[in-house]
């Protein structure tokens, strides 16, 4: 897979869940990005796997990977 949307529960722990599940189909060089970041839940489980993602506007994020 080379480009994921992830738009799914809110949750830190169902956030955190779907990008590991995400992260074994990637190829190399494949963005996995998402939005409303501003949410305590998701912004928590993106910073956890992807310390250094891309954020804008507090709100879309993503991560080359």
Do not use: S
Not at 21 to 30: D, E, I, K, N, R
Not at 41 to 56: C, D, L, N
């Amino acid at each position: 897979v080379r480009f994921v949307h992830l738009d799914a529960e809110h949750t830190e722990d169902e956030t955190y869940a779907n990008i590991e599940a995400l992260l074994p189909l990637m190829v190399p060089g494949g963005v996995v990005a998402g939005d409303d970041f501003d949410f305590p839940g998701v912004g928590a489980a993106v910073r956890r796997q992807f310390p250094a993602a891309e954020v804008r506007w507090n709100k879309l994020w993503w991560q080359v990977i």
